[in-house]
């Protein structure tokens, strides 16, 4: 396991919670762009499904991975510039995935996830973190194991919990 992102940051905007989470990514903005929107892509590392690719402003059917009983969510592409922007609704909450050029064909990628309850911050970072570890692999060439839902327990998102409960600040127990 990676260790945790350095940096995460969790702010408030007006009624609601932003938890911003940076990882540099060895691949070029357009490849990272296709794994965060092509459908066939986002299931390899992220914690959903979708119906189509993420590329236009509309609406996407969402399905959890890994967790059965969930129902499938609508969602919507909110805002899109190609290959830096993706902003879309998932259920109540907002993503917010920006991306910037870096020297030799790296990539800064900025989640910003807009949620409502506080003390969600931690559980939201290490599910995250464990996707972006997946997102990385998979952008490497690697077929990565699905490490979301009750799936994510065995590749560490209980101390990555943790991890991030001291560094937002958050006791939950």
Request: aromatic share 10%; hydrophobic share 40%; proline share 6%.
């Amino acid at each position: 396991m990676r260790s945790p992102i350095e940096n995460p940051k969790l702010m408030q905007e007006q009624e609601d919670w932003v938890l911003v989470l940076e990882r540099v990514l060895n691949h070029p903005p357009e490849k990272v762009w296709d794994a965060l929107t092509r459908a066939d892509q986002v299931s390899k590392w992220g914690p959903f499904s979708t119906d189509k690719d993420l590329t236009e402003v509309g609406p996407v059917r969402l399905k959890h991975i890994n967790t059965p009983e969930a129902e499938e969510m609508e969602g919507y592409v909110l805002e899109v510039n190609a290959p830096y922007l993706l902003v879309f609704r998932w259920g109540a909450d907002i993503l917010r995935w920006e991306l910037a050029a870096l020297d030799r064909g790296k990539t800064t990628l900025v989640l910003r996830h807009r949620f409502a309850e506080r003390k969600q911050a931690p559980s939201y970072a290490a599910g995250w973190h464990l996707c972006l570890d997946g997102l990385a692999g998979t952008l490497a060439g690697e077929q990565m194991p699905s490490m979301v839902g009750e799936e994510a327990l065995k590749y560490g998102w209980q101390e990555l919990y943790e991890v991030y409960e001291e560094k937002l600040g958050i006791r939950t127990k």
